[in-house]
């Protein structure tokens, strides 16, 4: 089946600091990831969509300037936390749609718990 | 905007006994998923449903999708310890985009 990896899967940085997290689809192509904030014991939340070629569509409330997306390739979106807080530590998600019959399916990244000290 | 909610947010039971988790969405949705999490874990793809009053099992987990298309169900006959986990239903956003709007889970635990 469909694979998608993230990396790292854990991280701690100090506050202040930036920090890159990679989603990959492993075989196969995605024009749209989505990335998701988890905090514990919460539902996942939807932080932005990220484009190929394009820029991220982000969710209301979540900072653009913060939380940059890039998608540089059909595999590849990248998330940067930037000048990360405390508040900021959460379980952050990707996922990828592929089509399927009859309808799209989301594969989920095994997520980046960030902590920020 | 579109809402999904999800009852109950915790329940727990005895290992053999029933669980229910109830899904309703504020709009018509096109198809509703499931999903189940692990604790440490990532969401795992359980189902999805696509037509109106559709019912699928998959061995003693039943999903059912409302007649409206706006609620559905989850039922999980004798549970067991492996069934420890939150509970995620899923619906899309309007058009075909892939976005997910996701309910806010029940955290299912099981006595032994």
């Known amino acids: 089946g469909a694979v998608v990896s993230q990396h790292p899967s854990r991280v701690i940085c100090k506050s202040g600091t930036s920090v890159k997290i990679e989603c990959r689809s492993l075989d196969f192509q995605a024009t749209t990831m989505f990335w998701y904030r988890q905090f514990p014991k919460q539902s996942l939340m939807l932080m932005a969509t990220s484009n190929e070629g394009s820029k991220a569509t982000y969710e209301q409330g979540v900072e653009k300037d913060k939380f940059l997306i890039n998608h540089a390739s059909l595999t590849l979106s990248t998330l940067t936390v930037t000048s990360a807080h405390p508040e900021d530590s959460s379980f952050y998600i990707c996922?990828?749609?592929?089509?399927?019959?009859?309808?799209?399916?989301?594969?989920f990244g095994p997520g980046t718990r960030l902590t920020v000290t | 905007g579109q809402q999904v909610m999800q009852i109950p947010q915790y329940q727990h039971v005895q290992e053999g006994e029933d669980f229910t988790t109830y899904c309703n969405s504020s709009?018509?949705?096109?198809?509703i998923q499931w999903y189940k999490q692990r604790p440490g874990g990532h969401p795992v793809f359980l189902i999805q449903?696509?037509?109106?009053?559709e019912v699928k099992k998959q061995k003693r987990l039943t999903f059912q999708f409302g007649e409206a298309k706006k609620n559905s169900s989850l039922h999980i006959t004798a549970t067991q310890t492996t069934d420890v986990g939150t509970y995620f239903c899923?619906?899309?956003?309007?058009?075909?985009?892939?976005?997910?709007?996701f309910g806010q889970g029940t955290t299912l635990q099981v006595k032994p």
């Open positions: 709009t018509t949705l096109s198809n």
């Open positions: 899923a619906g899309h956003g309007s058009g075909n985009t892939g976005k997910l709007i």
């Open positions: 996922s990828a749609p592929r089509q399927g019959l009859p309808v799209m399916r989301q594969y």
């Open positions: 449903l696509v037509k109106s009053g």
